[in-house]
């Protein structure tokens, strides 16, 4: 059995919304772990941030995950090896149920949540497969898990994350590509999540006050999400993994 100490030593892994909560605990903790980091966010001043306060190898790439021009970006920066694709950056949207979505709502939700993440991981899969070798993480959700955690847009995205990572991992497994998804519960992170929706407050207000455990603190994302990139999962893949405090088994 071998000790991995140095998890991602010599790695170049990818994080989308590495700006901010999630994806920002999820580069700075493979940045602490010798980790070449490809940090991905549509807002510059938070990438800055991110290197002026995180030390290691943090390349920043400010772009929005739904241009096809910032995928064909990342992948130019990250040249011939990529170990990890950690598809992090995400929008809820305003708890509407299906009778209030707005259209724009709802592509907005669709083409961050679950195109970009396609497109990504698309671009991604042959750099890896050309080396036998790879793990990709998706950041699904709690509402991928069930339809009282959020509104018809997100509730949906993250079901299709859900199938997207099972389908992924069927596919690619076999050549040395490992695809897995968390579901967080609530993170205390800068996410916007405002009631749109009189019906939507009124039905799913009383879940979440009653049914939710505690919020976590991203860095206990970070953690599941660096050890599925790691090889210490090397013989998971297709998993969907709760880090969501229980909330999976109420
Ligand atoms: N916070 C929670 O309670 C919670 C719960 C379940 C799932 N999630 C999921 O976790 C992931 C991360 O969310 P978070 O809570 O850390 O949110 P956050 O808003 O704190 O961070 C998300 C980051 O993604 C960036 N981003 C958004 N759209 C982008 C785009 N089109 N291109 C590039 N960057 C973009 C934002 O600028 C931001 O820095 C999301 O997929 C979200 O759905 C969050």
Redesign the pocket.
């Known amino acids: 059995m071998t000790l991995h100490e140095h998890r991602f030593a010599g790695c170049t892994v990818i994080v ?10 999820t580069a700075t903790r493979l940045a602490m772990e010798e980790c070449r980091v490809i940090a ?4 510059a001043g ?1 990438l800055h941030d991110l290197t002026s306060e995180v030390e290691g190898d943090i390349v920043p790439i400010t ?5 096809d021009a ?1 995928i064909a970006t990342v992948m130019s920066t990250v040249g011939e090896r990529v170990d990890g694709l950690a ?6 949207d305003g708890f509407e149920p299906t009778a209030d979505i707005a259209d724009a709502t709802w592509d907005r939700v669709l ?3 679950v195109t ?1 993440m396609m497109r990504l991981t698309r671009a991604v899969l042959p750099v890896m497969l050309e080396r036998g070798r790879g793990s990709i993480v998706n ?5 991928g898990l069930r339809g009282s ?1 959020a509104g018809t847009p ?1 509730t949906t ?2 079901h299709a ?1 859900n199938g997207l990572t099972l389908s992924t991992a069927f596919f690619y497994t076999p050549r040395g590509v490992r695809c897995n998804a968390v ?11 405002p009631f749109r929706s009189e019906w939507g407050q009124t039905r799913i207000g009383p879940f979440l006050q009653t049914n939710v455990p505690g ?2 603190r ?1 860095e206990q ?1 970070a953690s599941a999400i660096t050890w599925l990139l790691s090889d210490d999962a090397s013989n998971v893949s297709g998993a969907i993994i709760p880090v969501d405090g229980g909330w999976a088994a109420i």
Request: hydrophobic residues 50%; aromatic residues 2%; proline residues 5%.
């Open positions: 989308t919304g590495a700006g901010s909560g999630i994806g920002l605990a991905v966010d549509v807002s938070r772009a929005d995950i739904t241009d910032s598809n992090v950056a995400g929008i809820m083409a961050v949540n970009a950041v699904g959700s709690e509402a955690a997100y995205s993250k994350v579901a967080p519960g609530p993170v205390a992170t800068n996410i916007e999540a919020v976590a991203p994302l």
